[in-house]
């Protein structure tokens, strides 16, 4: 068998700057919390300079940091430190659009005979109109007017992201530039955004009408293919064994798993089906047997996410209270695969409450977006009471400096759980096999290669309590609830309860 990469036995957490400690310097002072929880790697969302028509999807400069979170210099100091710690530090890569203020696209829109014209996606008016019936992601149409050239530009998203074009081979080398400026920095790789957009159809067709996303004809060109190879050779060759976890934002286990290639491509890719099932026991036992057949057929290593910065919390979606989003992160920390944390689901966070006075994003997305409270202060441990988005319900108890004291939190919850990860060869990369248990419980059993560790999860998704006859004799490890643990398991699962069982 050959050796685990880091990042399948990682446990990686998503940092949404903004949010987390406002910049950069701001996440390298709660490096602390990271360390404590016991998390391998750290996710960064765009820090780089922007308009921030997307909240930094809409990138200016590939290879900077946006004055607003920082400088390259607290860029390093950050990764030094998170180094030091033995956390990972993987960015985001925007390879699908830029943002129109990129000097690429401004030279490209400057006049038909650019040398850049071909970097983006430039076309005719179709019978007066635009060149296809492709709609956006937030809405409206994908293409916008540029009269100065009179012809139309692609964007997948707002008009202010336009998508480049991967077909032109100076487009492309210079993105692969953005990659080693970064790995040159020692980043552990990238995460790698719209990936099944890239290769747009060379003869852009009309969208059947009544297409929905993500089934338009952009997405899931063959063409990918060959660039995620290329990009994979490219971070191949560099020590730190980087990593691409790309979102392929398919929902489809079998088209997502088309990604990871022959071992080629991606290293690991985002499966939204796992953030998209409902709180249900025969929907998870369904995604977790078409996971374990997609992928094991391939011999690929799986990622379980419950929560984003682009969707409603898990805890407010799966509604339940506390106790369900419980449950829900010892399935998420008990997987086989990697587990994707979103910032402040181990504090319990629901979305907060935006008025509408205060909305920000286009695409609806800011109760998910809302700031970390940090402690129970009024300003929570930043500088303002009133931040740029408001608090998430709770703030006062709902906070590190909190949930860190009480044994029983939500918090602790995620760092035992973290803990027994870590010390668990069969919880880290040991084989999974769903096993029979009654209707509303899932339980699954994971043991390592040499057969040596054993664990068994039961998790209850229902509000009545389950009996499960389990052969042997098992001990509770990790508990939705902390009483629980140490005790011999007595074959009963309380309500909305989880346990992680060893022999
Ligand atoms: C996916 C990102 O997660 C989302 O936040 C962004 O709006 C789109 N891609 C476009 O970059």
New binding site residues.
């Given amino acids: 068998m050959t050796e685990p990469r880091w990042w399948q036995e990682a446990v990686f957490y998503q940092v949404y700057p903004r949010s987390f400690a406002r910049d950069l310097a701001g996440i390298r002072r709660r490096l602390d919390h990271l360390q404590w929880l016991g998390v391998g790697a750290i996710w960064i969302c765009p820090f780089y300079p922007s308009p921030q028509a997307?909240?930094g999807?809409d990138v200016a400069d590939y290879t900077d940091v946006d004055p607003e979170f920082g400088t390259l210099d607290d860029f390093d100091g950050l990764v030094g430190d998170a180094h030091a710690r033995g956390i990972r530090v993987i960015v985001d890569w925007?390879p699908?659009?830029t943002s129109d203020q990129h000097p690429w696209f401004v030279e490209s829109r400057s006049s038909r005979e650019s040398a850049k014209r071909d970097w983006y996606v430039w076309r005719d008016s179709r019978a007066g109109g635009p060149p296809n019936n492709w709609r956006a992601?937030f809405g409206g149409r994908a293409w916008t007017f540029d009269a100065a050239t009179s012809q139309w530009y692609l964007h997948l998203?707002l008009p202010q992201?336009p998508d480049v074009n991967w077909r032109n081979p100076e487009l492309a080398a210079a993105m692969h530039g953005v990659l080693r400026f970064w790995l040159d920095r020692g980043v552990d790789g990238f995460r790698i955004?719209?990936v099944q957009g890239i290769a747009k159809p060379p003869d852009l067709p009309d969208d059947p009408p009544g297409t929905v996303l993500p089934r338009a004809s952009f997405n899931d060109h063959p063409d990918a293919h060959p660039i995620l190879r290329h990009l994979r050779t490219l971070v191949d060759a560099y020590p730190q064994e980087p990593v691409m976890v790309g979102?392929v934002?398919l929902l489809s286990t079998e088209q997502v798993a088309d990604y990871l290639g022959r071992g080629d491509e991606l290293h690991l890719s985002f499966d939204f089906t796992s953030l998209y099932a409902p709180w249900d026991a025969a929907a998870w036992r369904t995604v977790v047997e078409r996971v374990e057949r997609e992928l094991g057929a391939i011999g690929a290593w799986p990622t379980w996410t419950l929560s984003?910065?682009?969707n409603p919390r898990h805890r407010t979606r799966y509604g339940g209270g506390e106790a369900r989003a419980r449950a829900a992160a010892v399935l998420l920390l008990t997987l086989r695969g990697t587990p994707f944390l979103y910032q402040g689901e181990e504090l319990g966070l629901q979305d907060a409450v935006v008025p509408p006075e205060q909305e920000v994003d286009p695409?609806g997305?800011d109760p998910c977006r809302a700031p970390i409270p940090w402690d129970g202060s009024p300003a929570h441990g930043w500088e303002h009471e009133e931040e740029w988005l408001p608090w998430p319900p709770d703030a006062d108890v709902a906070n590190p400096e909190v949930e860190r004291a009480d044994p029983g939190s939500m918090l602790n919850l995620y760092q035992r759980a973290l803990a027994a990860r870590r010390a668990s060869p069969a919880l880290r990369r040991g084989s999974a096999r769903v096993l029979p248990s009654p209707a509303g419980v899932l339980a699954y059993e994971r043991v390592a290669a040499d057969g040596g560790d054993r664990r068994v999860v039961l998790v209850n998704f229902a509000a009545q309590r389950a009996c499960v006859d389990l052969d042997g004799d098992w001990t509770v490890e990790v508990a939705t609830d902390r009483a629980w643990e140490g005790a011999p398991f007595d074959g009963e699962l309380e309500a909305d309860a989880a346990l992680v069982l060893r022999p």
Avoid: K
Wanted: aromatic share 22%.
């Fill in positions: 997307d909240f999807y925007v699908n659009h992601a998203f992201q955004d719209v979102e934002y984003n910065h682009d695409g997305r």
